[in-house]
């Protein structure tokens, strides 16, 4: 796969992004669920949880994490605490 070095070559382009229906709100940080578009910025609503509760839920390998820590946007923190909430009966 040689398509590296082609893009290499548009590095010099200036930083006019010719997509912009994307006026919604963008982040930083990207969720760390990997079928997630969504943004994990503490500003828009991020959360970090535990990669384990994360694997329970996504599955092994759905998602990228750091430290043992999942970054995740504010719908998939819903996902984790809905799902967290019927697993622990106190
Ligand atoms: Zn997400």
Redesign the pocket.
């Known amino acids: 796969m040689g398509f590296k070095a082609k893009e290499r070559k548009h590095k010099e382009a200036r930083g006019e992004s010719s997509d912009k229906k994307k006026a919604a709100k963008t982040g930083e940080l990207p969720?760390?669920?990997r079928s997630?578009q969504?943004w994990?910025d503490k500003s828009l609503g991020g959360r970090s949880i535990s990669r384990i509760d994360v694997q329970d839920i996504w599955g092994d390998g759905s998602f990228s994490e750091s430290k043992g820590r999942v970054k995740?946007?504010k719908?998939?923190y819903r996902v984790y605490k809905k799902e967290t909430k019927d697993d622990k009966e106190y």
């Open positions: 969720c760390g669920i997630c969504g994990a995740v946007c719908p998939c």
